[in-house]
């Protein structure tokens, strides 16, 4: 059974005062975060995330050399995205452990920063094979936005569908069920949302079809997933492309054939067209 990563955590920083030059940030002795994660998200467009990681690894020595504590927090919260991204499990482990510790030296506890960067290393965990161990960090990611954001809040749908794989990745499917569908009830409120729903959908499934191949629910929400990905209002992107092609092998291990190819299709010309920009 192919399997997904849910949601990636967002970036929690507020990089407003940061300007396109980065001359501000560079002045007072800080990196450019705003200017470094644009470019980060440049080299994912582009389906190029190895040179995404050198680049980030380049500016957290930077980070470090400047004393930018805070930039540094940034930098390692999108290594860890970039890492699973390119499967880098050593410098994975070790930049969850580090943010996270990096998290209580700032002072940042009970912060939305907090929430998101654990759940973020936690997903990090998760996805390379440290389930339980992920589920401390999970657990302090909840505290954190409980403690400041609305329930309705997008960020919890991404908690939510991570902490599901977790719970399915450790054998819990009850539980598992139970937060996939309340990211569901979440991002389904939400505007700009519909790919993450379809992502959902598509964890759903598969999570459905490991328990009973004959399962009415693997079609239904199969196809809730392609309408989404098929709607019209959403940008035929990076994001887009990367997000469809996580989902081809659901569709082809359930036999949805003509699904999967043109996901893949859509996909290989987003990426082709952005190669050549």
């Not at 940042?108 to 389930?131: I, P, Q």
């Amino acid at each position: 059974m192919p399997e997904y990563n849910g949601i990636d955590p967002s970036c929690p920083f507020d990089t407003s005062e940061y300007d396109a030059g980065h001359t501000a940030a560079e002045a007072s002795g800080r990196v450019d975060v705003r200017k470094i994660l644009a470019e980060a998200d440049r080299l994912y467009g582009r389906n190029d995330p190895g040179s995404a990681e050198k680049m980030l690894e380049e500016q957290l020595r930077r980070a470090e050399d400047l004393g930018d504590r805070e930039g540094k927090l940034g930098i390692l919260n999108e290594l860890l995205g970039c890492y699973r991204k390119t499967g880098n499990r050593e410098a994975g482990l070790r930049t969850a452990q580090e943010s996270s510790a990096l998290v209580s030296e700032l002072g940042m506890e009970g912060t939305v920063t907090a929430g998101t960067v654990r759940l973020n290393a936690a997903t990090t965990m998760r996805e390379f094979g440290l389930s339980e161990e992920a589920v401390r960090m999970y657990d302090a990611a909840a505290r954190a936005y409980s403690a400041t954001l609305d329930p309705g809040d997008y960020r919890f749908a991404g908690l939510y569908n991570n902490y599901a794989a977790c719970m399915e990745a450790c054998g819990d499917l009850r539980s598992a069920e139970e937060y996939y569908l309340r990211a569901l009830a979440v991002i389904s409120r939400l505007p700009d949302c519909a790919l993450e729903e379809a992502v959902t959908c598509v964890n759903l499934a598969c999570m459905y079809g490991d328990v009973d191949s004959e399962d009415e629910r693997i079609e239904e929400y199969l196809m809730r997933a392609r309408r989404l990905f098929d709607r019209e209002d959403v940008p035929r992107d990076g994001y887009y492309a990367f997000n469809a092609l996580k989902c081809v092998d659901a569709y082809s291990h359930f036999g949805f054939f003509r699904d999967a190819k043109e996901l893949r299709l859509r996909a290989e010309e987003i990426y082709g067209l952005l190669q050549k920009s």
